[in-house]
């Protein structure tokens, strides 16, 4: 029987494949017979420059993330490294990224795929941490002559509509507990709640009358109601 570790890396697994069935934009391979290493690709809009004096900023349109899972995960967070250019105050020169400093810090039941959408959010440049830089040539940057309108790349990264033919109500807020995808079914209808999706006013309740009735003695009593 499966450890709790091989447990878990079996559902990481499970959840990016989740993942990119969701997505246009996200890709990925895995290493291990038991994945513990895996490489994320993002295909979408970033930014780049060179490390030379007055550099111009260039476009990217691919990001590759190398995502190493230690032996003492999920105690431990994934090691994560930026293997393509790219230009963010809280990815290092080497590419290496600590997750509490893309707003992330580290609890055991936040899973892969949750990583996933914030490493999106730090390619399109919709998240960034100025206070918590690690590049500060990129924090100068963006603090002081960056024009750029943000994010480079509007999509989120579950950006594929909602399935035709299944009844799935899923609903998960970002570093929380993941509860399982169940796949569609043809022929159902579906009803998909999405981060973005706004909390319905309920109507007011409508408070009904008690049904009169006759009192228990029903001797000479007339009763007139509605019928």
């Not at 055991?108 to 960034?128: I, K, N, P, T």
């Not at 960056?146 to 579950?158: G, W, Y």
């Amino acid at each position: 029987m499966p450890d709790d570790r091989e447990q878990r890396l079996i559902a990481e697994l499970e959840a990016l494949r989740a993942l990119k069935k969701s997505s246009t934009i996200f890709d990925f391979e895995a290493s291990g017979e038991t994945p513990d290493r895996y490489m994320i690709l993002f295909r979408g809009k970033g930014i780049t420059r060179d490390t030379s004096a007055n550099a111009e900023i260039d476009t990217v349109e691919l990001h590759k993330v190398e995502i190493r899972l230690p032996y003492s995960y999920p105690q431990r967070s994934p090691d994560i490294r930026w293997t393509t250019p790219i230009l963010h105050p809280n990815v290092s020169f080497s590419g290496f990224i600590n997750v509490k400093d893309i707003g992330l810090p580290w609890a055991q039941d936040l899973g892969l795929d949750v990583v996933c959408e914030r490493l999106w959010d730090v390619a399109r440049l919709a998240y960034m941490n100025l206070d918590s830089a690690a590049n500060y040539s990129a924090k100068n940057w963006f603090e002081d002559e960056c024009t750029i309108e943000l994010p480079v790349d509007p999509r989120p990264l579950r950006n594929k509509n909602a399935p035709v033919g299944s009844n799935v109500i899923r609903y998960q807020r970002r570093g929380t507990s993941r509860t399982p995808v169940v796949e569609p079914q043809p022929g159902q209808d579906v009803f998909y709640i999405g981060e973005e999706t706004p909390t319905p006013v309920l109507p007011k309740p409508v408070r009904r009358m008690p049904s009169r009735r006759p009192p228990p003695n029903d001797d000479d009593v007339i009763y007139i109601g509605d019928e």
